[in-house]
């Protein structure tokens, strides 16, 4: 039912920082490795904002579940470097 809500919040995601916000907070604390997997997914339009790359980093290094590693690198590496 979470991950359902959270994904209601994707026409959201790109114009509301409130949103944006909800989903980095999903992602870096919900319990169920489903919801947070949704959330990588619901973040890649946005992964070029700094917040949203600092998470993506920590979770890519620090999460307990490596298929939530494994997401978060993945969306990582389609983010363009910035110079």
Do not use: C, W, Y
Request: aromatic share 2%.
């Amino acid at each position: 039912m979470r991950r359902e809500a959270l994904a209601g919040l994707q026409p959201f995601i790109t114009q509301d920082m409130e949103v944006r916000d909800a989903v980095l907070a999903a992602l870096m604390s919900d319990p169920s490795a489903t919801v947070r997997i949704e959330a990588v997914r619901l973040l890649q339009p946005v992964d070029v904002d700094s917040s949203v790359r600092q998470v993506l980093h920590t979770v890519a290094n620090q999460d307990g579940d490596p298929s939530i590693r494994s997401a978060s690198l993945n969306a990582l590496k389609n983010v363009p470097q910035i110079q």
